[in-house]
């Protein structure tokens, strides 16, 4: 047994097993070549000496990181609950696969992301996932250049080692556009989020489509753009609003901008959805506790994470493997804001009617 007042090294783990330190490397490495009743002799001595085999010396051995990187471009940083969520999703799904995350946030203005990557490389990462707006197509051309397995979350690239993932945002918006206009709504105020995001590009195509589906002359004043905040979508609400006192509704590109809307709305002296209707996008937690409640698109943020993380685990795991791009479906939730709620389910409050 090891000395009292000393950590258990791999000698005595072996001693106590009765076997050499060589097949204790084998356990602890999953080589898979010993014996199922020794490999259980080994983990029960290493329980009771409570020994917890050095992860850096593993990642040594194996010439492996075991580490993933994700890089995220964003004004609002983390504060954007969709971000969150997704990754939450990736994070659970990396650590039963063994990975560790590392996580690099930068404002979409910071030109210091390349220290981002360098260190990344340096540190041997094993993936990559991009998440946000970029500042540039630099960005792409300096991850590709690596040959670095890649995965773009929202961001619209592939290459040899790189694929994306998204939702389906312009079937959303459609549907989202098209409820509106069930309701009897003509005069749909847009509010967007970067201008620069293919994201952003897809829901106002969706917003348009609907729009010229049914025949209702496109706009473009009533366009406008609040980089996905909340209180920039409330001075925008506001100005649609008094420029434009015809608007009887409002779709936003996320909730947070939904959710600032209504503030504006309110202040201004308005009801919802019985002078404005409101509708968002991203079904964030907080979507079914304001109110009234805010009829949205959901996206599920978690899945997406998680989809993401089994996709870049495949293209580290199988280089020969050709990426492969997913698009992820969309539903509606309908249910106080935008005046149309029908049914409400018990738990979530909400009508769920699938994406376009």
């Known amino acids: 047994m090891a000395r009292s007042g000393r950590e258990p090294t791999i000698k005595d783990i072996a001693k106590a097993a009765g076997v050499s330190v060589s097949t ?13 009743d020794t490999e259980q002799r080994v983990r029960k001595v290493m329980k009771e000496l409570n020994y ?58 910071d ?5 981002s990557l360098k260190r990344c490389y340096e540190s041997r990462a094993e993936g990559i996932f991009v998440m946000g707006t970029l500042p540039g197509p630099e960005v792409l051309e300096e991850i590709e250049s690596s040959q670095m397995p890649a995965l773009f979350i929202d961001i619209f690239f592939e290459g040899p080692r790189a694929t994306y993932i998204t939702s389906d945002n312009i079937g959303g918006a459609m549907t989202a556009t098209e409820h509106l206009i069930s309701l009897g709504h003509t005069k749909i105020g847009f509010i967007d989020g970067h201008v620069t995001s293919p994201i952003s590009k897809q829901r106002l195509l969706g917003y348009k ?7 209702i002359p496109f706009d473009v004043r009533l366009v406008r753009p609040a980089d996905y905040m909340e209180e920039d979508a409330g001075r925008v609400a506001a100005d649609l609003l008094d420029s434009y006192p015809n608007i009887t509704a409002l779709f936003a590109g996320s909730d947070l901008m939904a959710i600032g809307a209504m503030k504006a709305i309110r202040e201004a002296g308005f009801k919802i ?22 009829s949205t698109v959901k996206q599920d943020g978690e899945v997406m994470g998680k989809s993401a993380a089994r996709e870049l685990l ?19 939730m309908i249910r106080e804001s935008c005046g149309g709620h029908k049914i409400f389910h018990e738990r979530s409050g909400a009508e769920a009617v699938s994406g376009a």
């Not at 204790?24 to 199922?36: A, K, T």
């Not at 890089?71 to 696969?97: D, M, N, Q, R, T």
């Not at 030109?111 to 220290?115: A, E, G, I, T, V």
Request: glycine letters at 4%; hydrophobic letters at 40%.
């Open 273 to 294: 959805p019985s002078d404005i209707a409101v509708i968002g996008f991203d079904d964030i937690e907080s979507a079914s506790y304001v109110r009234p409640a805010l």
């Open 52 to 109: 917890y085999p050095s992860a850096l010396a593993r990642r040594l051995v194996r010439k492996r990181s075991y580490m993933l990187q994700l890089l995220l471009f964003s004004v609002e940083g983390l504060k954007h609950p969709f971000f969150y969520e997704v990754i939450c999703g990736i994070s659970a799904e990396i650590e039963k696969a063994g990975y560790d995350l590392v996580l690099s946030i930068k404002d979409v203005r």
């Open 314 to 332: 495949k293209l580290i795991k199988y280089p020969d493997r050709k990426p492969c791009r997913q698009v992820l479906p969309t539903e509606l």
């Open 24 to 36: 204790v490397s084998h356990v602890l490495n999953e080589y898979g070549d010993i014996s199922e």
């Open 209 to 215: 489509q609907a729009l010229e589906k049914h025949g």
């Open 111 to 115: 030109k210091r992301w390349r220290d």
